[in-house]
């Protein structure tokens, strides 16, 4: 017993150990944003801003909501065309069983490891072409490109899940592929989709090499390129770069929030077949 319980304190031990070290970075973001600019750069490290100074947020809150504002939309365009796209494809590859099914999953699997900056430099040379760079859909196209992958693994092994027996009983009433999919696969997946359009958020959201090389004349300026606007030639204001950074974190972090019991649910959902 006494072994036992001095395991779990260990156990417990480790995961807040492991939890801290995860959230110090956003912790010294927030402490940094909050601090005068010669105390960031001052030998001895201040754990705590006293006395607060919102100076970088007033500079943030002056210049930077339109980038926010162009990031939430070009990260919700691409969510959204990600699961348009990944839905009907990962409901193919679980009724549809093909032969080649394995090797289109492995190219899923490659498509997710390949470095952005490979992609973005092929991109560029397609857009110059096409006339897409410096527009909003060829941004979002691009930003969809790492997410269309990831939610057609998540949504398949969601899909797969789901009882075989449905889909045959529709089709024998003659709903049709579609109708099962429309009326029956979808409600059924609500946890997948949720999960699978979070994370294609964040991808877009996050999005650095694509904004930067597909912008070419700064027509559009996401919160990733926005924050440069404060590292200048003879000097960096720190403070507003910190405060566009705490800025730029709490839609992401409002969405987890909301969408956590989803994503449990749509990670785990997978894990048992039918």
């Given at each position: 017993?006494?072994?036992?319980?001095?395991?779990?304190?260990?156990?417990?031990?480790?995961?807040?150990?492991?939890v801290?070290?995860?959230?110090?970075?956003?912790?010294?973001m927030?402490n940094?944003?909050l601090?005068a600019?010669?105390a960031?750069?001052?030998?001895?490290?201040?754990?705590?801003?006293?006395?607060?100074?919102?100076?970088?947020?007033?500079?943030a809150?002056?210049?930077?909501?339109?980038?926010?504002?162009?990031?939430?939309?070009?990260?919700?365009?691409a969510?959204?065309?990600?699961?348009?796209?990944?839905a009907?494809c990962?409901?193919?590859?679980?009724?549809?069983?093909?032969?080649?099914?394995?090797?289109?999953?492995?190219?899923?699997?490659?498509?997710?490891?390949?470095?952005?900056?490979v992609?973005?430099?092929?991109?560029?040379?397609?857009?110059?072409?096409?006339?897409l760079?410096?527009?909003?859909?060829?941004?979002?196209?691009?930003?969809?490109?790492?997410?269309?992958?990831?939610?057609?693994?998540?949504?398949?092994?969601?899909?797969?899940?789901?009882?075989?027996?449905?889909?045959?009983a529709?089709?024998?009433?003659?709903?049709?592929?579609?109708?099962?999919?429309?009326?029956?696969?979808?409600?059924?997946s609500?946890?997948?989709?949720?999960?699978?359009?979070?994370?294609?958020?964040?991808?877009?959201?996050?999005?650095?090499?694509f904004?930067?090389?597909?912008?070419?004349?700064?027509?559009?300026?996401?919160?990733?390129?926005?924050?440069?606007?404060?590292?200048?030639?003879?000097?960096?204001?720190?403070?507003?770069?910190?405060?566009?950074?705490?800025?730029?974190?709490?839609?992401?972090?409002?969405?987890?929030?909301?969408?956590?019991?989803?994503?449990?649910?749509?990670?785990?959902?997978?894990?048992?077949?039918?």
């Amino acid at each position: 017993m006494r072994r036992e319980r001095t395991g779990m304190w260990l156990r417990i031990g480790c995961g807040v150990l492991i939890v801290g070290v995860m959230l110090f970075p956003l912790y010294w973001m927030a402490n940094a944003s909050l601090q005068a600019q010669w105390a960031l750069l001052d030998p001895s490290p201040r754990w705590l801003p006293f006395p607060p100074l919102i100076d970088g947020y007033k500079s943030a809150a002056g210049s930077q909501w339109p980038h926010i504002v162009t990031s939430c939309a070009v990260a919700s365009a691409a969510a959204v065309l990600s699961l348009a796209v990944a839905a009907p494809c990962a409901y193919a590859l679980v009724v549809f069983r093909m032969r080649w099914t394995t090797f289109f999953i492995l190219l899923m699997l490659i498509a997710q490891m390949l470095p952005h900056i490979v992609m973005a430099n092929a991109l560029y040379a397609i857009y110059a072409q096409l006339g897409l760079l410096d527009t909003y859909y060829g941004l979002i196209l691009a930003d969809s490109t790492m997410g269309v992958p990831f939610a057609i693994l998540i949504l398949r092994a969601f899909m797969a899940s789901l009882p075989r027996t449905l889909v045959e009983a529709a089709l024998c009433d003659g709903l049709g592929y579609w109708g099962v999919f429309f009326h029956i696969v979808l409600p059924l997946s609500r946890n997948g989709l949720i999960t699978s359009g979070l994370f294609c958020f964040l991808f877009a959201w996050s999005d650095f090499i694509f904004a930067l090389t597909l912008s070419t004349r700064q027509k559009i300026v996401p919160i990733t390129l926005g924050i440069y606007d404060f590292i200048g030639t003879h000097g960096t204001d720190w403070n507003g770069i910190m405060a566009t950074a705490v800025m730029a974190s709490i839609p992401p972090i409002v969405l987890l929030l909301f969408g956590q019991k989803y994503i449990t649910a749509g990670l785990i959902g997978g894990a048992v077949k039918e």
